[in-house]
């Protein structure tokens, strides 16, 4: 048995006054994941341990059967690893968005949509006015960039932008995290919790300086006028997918996004760039599914993940965000489905959110996400549609964090 799992990011929502109190799932045209719920087993899976963010990373990683607590290291880290950037002793990775603020307040966490190519321009800028021997700044996709501190202290508390849209930005600024203060260390060459904030908030002031005067800004409606880095981490220690569960024999990962990349490489996955892959509606959905369908004829396993749902999430926008789960329904799993439906090696497809991203909410919420699994001759359970509310019923029950993983690959 071959096993895909198709992640559509931030896909659940809330019930919408606007759509007669129905989620998106429930709302829009998804014939063929309702089709694999009703002809296979459902659940909900729990994607966010106690204690943790619902960040995209952290489900990703709970989803793929890791525990977090053992292998968390925030985003940084991931995606320095997606780039290839091999992180060295001391190294501490971030997240650094080029996000827009007005008046005082962080107006988006994306700089209006940056492409990677701008988003190039300003990093290489950054890093040629603010880079030194402590501090570089990467490209990495979009607006979401890499700044390694050397000799960083990761005991730090940042404020995710995406989760505070229209906040005052210099209340959000980086602080020594809580009770860590025994935590700094000093042997190891690191700087404390405090040093590390004070460089990150300087390097935050300066970047809006630079960035105002760019002419990338100049006459542009959406600015790209200030850093935010965030989720500090070193270099974690995952096992391979393959050392967790031997019949993962190999396998790909399919990302537009870098920290999805950096987990499959830290999961010993190898990573499909697909061209024309944006992580946007806009994506070339046709082309990941191809790619999904070639892995799968020569590989145990793949991991085919779309972003789209979670920014038109974050974005707000109803209609976008019904039209990104439409897109998953009839150009990802639908081909992908009639493809593989007949391979002498049967294919075991799971189709689930890592979390939900509410239109209404704009962010991640920590709640449970429905979750499908189908492969042929599977005796299927009472559940009829895919969606929020109906996998409540599913045979699977509610499971959580790494128990996905572990049932899913306990078919054989
Ligand atoms: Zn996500």
Not at 366 to 388: A, M, N, S, T, Y
């Amino acid at each position: 048995m071959k096993h895909i799992i198709i992640l559509g990011d931030g896909m659940a929502d809330h019930p919408v006054s606007r759509l007669g109190n129905k989620t998106l799932l429930q709302y829009a045209d998804t014939p063929y994941m309702d089709m694999l719920a009703r002809k296979g087993k459902t659940g909900r899976l729990i994607t966010i341990p106690d204690g943790f963010q619902p960040g995209s990373e952290v489900a990703n990683t709970a989803i793929l059967g890791y525990d977090l607590n053992k292998v968390y290291e925030g985003r940084g880290p991931l995606e320095a690893a997606s780039i290839g950037y091999d992180m060295k002793p001391g190294d501490m990775a971030m997240r650094c968005n080029i996000i827009e603020t007005q008046d005082g307040r962080i107006k988006n966490h994306h700089g209006g949509h940056l492409t990677t190519e701008q988003g190039d321009v300003l990093i290489r800028f950054l890093n040629e006015h603010l880079g030194n021997k402590r501090v570089k700044f990467i490209t990495g996709i979009q607006y979401r960039h890499l700044l390694i501190i050397k000799g960083g202290n990761k005991h730090i508390e940042c404020a995710p932008p995406h989760d505070h849209p229209n906040e005052e930005w210099a209340k959000l600024m980086v602080r020594p995290a809580a009770g860590k203060a025994d935590e700094d260390e000093p042997r190891s060459g690191r700087m404390t919790p405090q040093e590390t904030a004070d460089l990150l908030n300087n390097l935050i002031l300066q970047s809006q300086q630079l960035l105002a005067s760019h002419p990338f800004n100049q006459g542009r409606k959406e600015q790209a006028n200030s850093i935010w880095p965030w989720s500090p981490g070193y270099r974690p220690e995952m096992k391979t997918l393959h050392e967790l569960f031997p019949q993962i024999k190999s396998g790909s990962c399919i990302s537009a996004v870098d920290l999805i990349r950096g987990i499959g490489r830290y999961a010993g996955l190898d990573i499909i760039k697909v061209p024309g892959a944006t992580g946007l509606a806009n994506t070339n959905y046709e082309g990941k599914a191809q790619a999904a369908i070639s892995a799968l004829e020569r590989q145990d396993f793949v991991f085919l993940h779309l972003e789209a749902s979670d920014e038109a999430g974050h974005d707000g926008d109803l209609e976008l965000k019904l039209r990104t789960i439409e897109y998953l329904d009839h150009r990802i799993v639908e081909p992908i489905y009639n493809k593989v439906k007949e391979w002498q090696e049967p294919v075991c497809i799971a189709v689930l959110p890592d979390h939900p991203t509410p239109v209404e909410i704009r962010t991640h919420v920590k709640e449970p996400v429905p979750f499908l699994i189908w492969h042929r001759g599977i005796e299927p359970d009472e559940v009829q549609l895919f969606d929020e509310t109906s996998c409540v019923r599913g045979s699977y029950g509610l499971l959580k964090l790494h128990e996905f993983m572990e049932e899913f690959m306990k078919i054989r």
